[in-house]
């Protein structure tokens, strides 16, 4: 859920908590599987809340953040796409399990029998004639 979270909230405003205690306001652009950020228009505000620093754009390494704030339309969406996606898995298994009778029936006779071009008997081990 959570990369997936991040990748529907893609030019949406969030705020992020760094480990530090700084916090990040601004427009995601960008995510990576590392949880890295690249954010737009970003109002930083310093760990103890006095300074305030305005940048364009800004890059956040993944293991840098603490928490992220994201809208909730935001996650209500990924919800919904992600109840879609398992329903979808849920038909296509039962379509294909329809065609199939169950298992190894097509496989040949049970154990030995047609050894795959090893011969009639033998295989690894087995000695001579």
Known sequence: L?????????????????????????????????????????????????KFFRVPECYVRGNNI?????????????????AQQQQQRQQQNQQGNSDHHGGRGDRGGGRGMNRGGRGGRGGRGRGGS
């Open 2 to 50: 959570p990369l997936s979270l991040l990748n529907a909230a893609q030019g949406s405003a969030m705020l992020v908590e760094l480990k530090n205690g700084e916090t990040l306001n601004g427009h995601l652009v960008a995510c990576d599987t590392y949880m890295n950020l690249t954010l737009k228009e970003v109002v930083q505000t310093s760990a103890d809340g006095d």
């Open 66 to 82: 603490k928490y992220l704030r994201v809208p909730d339309n935001v996650v209500d969406k990924v919800k919904e796409q992600q």
